[in-house]
């Protein structure tokens, strides 16, 4: 399994995605941040790992490759990116057909933004919701890019369970 830690900080969550995917799997950390990507590099080391790639960059500036990842998260991240919907053009384009986007937001996070929100941005860009966990002031989103790999058109709306 291929697995984007879109804005992993000092690794948090990098270290036990690199764990979960195994030797055979690849996690790749993006940040915007060197110094957050040395943090999680020297995290990855420490714990043994070797199945984890270290990207200096933002959403939204192109980094990534097409089709290439099944699994993506965005932990209280989203709100602190200036080009938002860019930025989740550019995770739609990188997930495979079928991969799953998992966004999670918390209301202490400065940037915390609205479930309406991140639905109004990820839906228009192609995702479908999928699964929603939590409630209004903490909660987790995961939106799939549907198997045609193409967006749908007819998904204009944000689902609400």
């Known amino acids: ?3 984007l830690d879109a804005g992993c900080g000092p690794g948090r969550l990098t270290v036990p995605l690199a764990s ?8 790749v950390a993006l940040d915007i941040q060197p ?4 943090r999680a590099q020297t995290k990855t080391e420490a714990a043994g790992l070797t199945n984890v790639a270290f990207v200096t960059g933002g959403l939204g500036e192109g980094k990534l490759p ?15 990116i200036p080009d938002r ?10 997930l495979k057909p079928g991969g799953l986007l998992a966004v999670v937001e918390v209301i202490f996070d400065p940037h915390f933004q609205s479930r ?24 987790v989103i995961h939106f799939e890019k549907p198997n045609g790999g193409e967006a749908d058109v007819q998904a204009t709306e944000p689902r609400f369970l």
């Not at 110094?35 to 040395?38: D, E, N, P, V």
């Not at 097409?66 to 602190?80: E, K, M, P, S, Y």
């Open 116 to 139: 309406r929100t991140v639905a109004g941005l990820a839906i228009p860009t192609g995702f479908r919701e999928r699964a929603f966990f939590g409630h209004r002031l903490a909660y």
């Open 85 to 94: 919907a860019a930025a989740l053009a550019e995770l739609f384009g990188a």
């Open 35 to 38: 110094g957050m990507l040395a």
């Open 20 to 27: 979960s995917v195994g030797p055979t799997g690849r996690v």
């Open 66 to 80: 097409a089709n290439h990842f099944d699994r993506a998260v965005l932990v209280t991240v989203l709100g602190g």
């Open 1 to 3: 399994m291929q697995v």
